[in-house]
């Protein structure tokens, strides 16, 4: 009997304990999901727009500015290339706009034939017509004007521009290109047309030369400073 009483009793505190223990493992599980919830909601709402625009204005600052104002232009004339390749550069130094000279009739390639055409013009003073104009030309202060020498003199479409540009209170900063003639007497040329223009040191620049002309380029506009 009394054993039995003992066992009674033992079953009776036996059951509390559990129930308790159960409860509050029921509490811990129940807790998890919640607090778990809290962490990944724990940052700033406002974080990801702050990063948003800080890498915005990143970018923008990266982007190359724009001289809408510039006020430096090349203008040139090219019929192999060789100066085009020095008027590149210059661009590339100084950041200017850049114009070509086109003529509506285009040169021929045959030297031959190109000889006996540019022979005619300087014996005719001919103005060969240009292709394009410059809508903005009076918005300029340096005007850097290039073209090959043919046959000791500039190309005719050359002297068709600045007949059409007139170049008062501008500064004419002249390049060429030869096969060693260099600019033979167009300077003197150039500033009986431009009587008002100001003439800065010329860049002669050797055909073989021209396809690098970084170096040279360089130089001259440092010495034009």
Known sequence: MKKMISFMMTLTMIFPLAACGNSESTEESSSSPETSSQTENFSNPDESTILSEA????????QPETDADSKSLVVY????????????EIVLQ???DIFAIVPETPYT?????????VQEEQRNNERPKISGTIDNFD??????????NWWA?????????LDTYDLSGKTISPFVTSGGSGFSD??????????????????????????????????WLENLK
Not at 153 to 161: C, Q, R, W
Not at 189 to 197: K, R
Request: proline share 5%; no cysteine.
């Open 55 to 62: 890498t915005s204005q990143t970018e923008e600052s990266a």
């Open 94 to 96: 100084t950041g200017a």
């Open 139 to 148: 918005d300029y202060d340096t005007v850097y004007l290039g073209y090959p």
């Open 153 to 161: 003199d500039m190309p005719m479409v050359v002297y068709t521009f």
């Open 186 to 219: 167009t300077i003197s040329t150039i500033e009986s047309m431009e009587p008002d223009a100001v003439m800065t040191e010329g860049l002669a620049i050797r055909d073989s030369d021209a396809d690098n002309p970084a170096d040279a380029v360089s130089a």
């Open 77 to 88: 004339f090219s019929h192999s290339g060789n100066t085009e390749s020095v008027a590149n």
């Open 109 to 117: 390639t045959d030297y031959d034939t190109l000889l006996d055409v």
